[in-house]
């Protein structure tokens, strides 16, 4: 899979999850919240350390991208200390939201754009990298929550 599909679909993945938490109980969402969190992680982690390096040459986006997913990052850890019972609990959930569709729609509209003149197989070549990297994290976050 191209590592554009590949973003591409994780970004439909965390809206999904985004929708589906609007629906439930603060209580309820507690849990997929954690699990759209965790996943923001990985696939952050993942586009930096494989994504963004080859992006750099065909995009003068990924600075800014950089930037929106460290303060993705200092909202998730500012977030993370509240109740779930806590008024800002509800609020911080559309924050987060917002900071997640305002870099989705920045990376679709601009950097993944951009990275179509890599060609298919560079875009294939990372797209099988950035998959390996991201299920390499996913199985470290599971050793830390075990």
Do not use: W
């Not at 200092?74 to 977030?79: E, G, L, S």
Request: aromatic letters at 4%; glycine letters at 6%; one cysteine or more.
């Amino acid at each position: 899979m191209r590592v554009t599909d590949l973003i591409t679909q994780d970004h439909r993945r965390v809206r999904e999850m985004f929708l589906e938490l609007e629906r439930m109980d603060a209580g309820d969402g507690e849990r997929l919240l954690d699990r759209i969190v965790d996943e923001l992680d990985v696939h952050a982690r993942a586009e930096e350390d494989v994504f963004y390096p080859a992006a750099r040459a065909v995009s003068r986006r990924i600075d800014d991208a950089e930037a929106g997913l460290a303060y993705l990052r200092n909202a998730i850890a500012a977030f993370r200390a509240l109740d779930v019972e806590c008024a800002d609990f509800t609020l911080g959930v559309r924050l987060i939201k917002g900071i997640v569709l305002s870099h989705v729609l920045e990376e679709e509209s601009g950097i993944l754009m951009d990275a179509q003149r890599m060609g298919g197989d560079e875009l294939e070549r990372l797209g099988a990298a950035m998959q390996e990297r991201k299920e390499a994290l996913t199985r470290t976050q599971g050793k830390r929550a075990a």
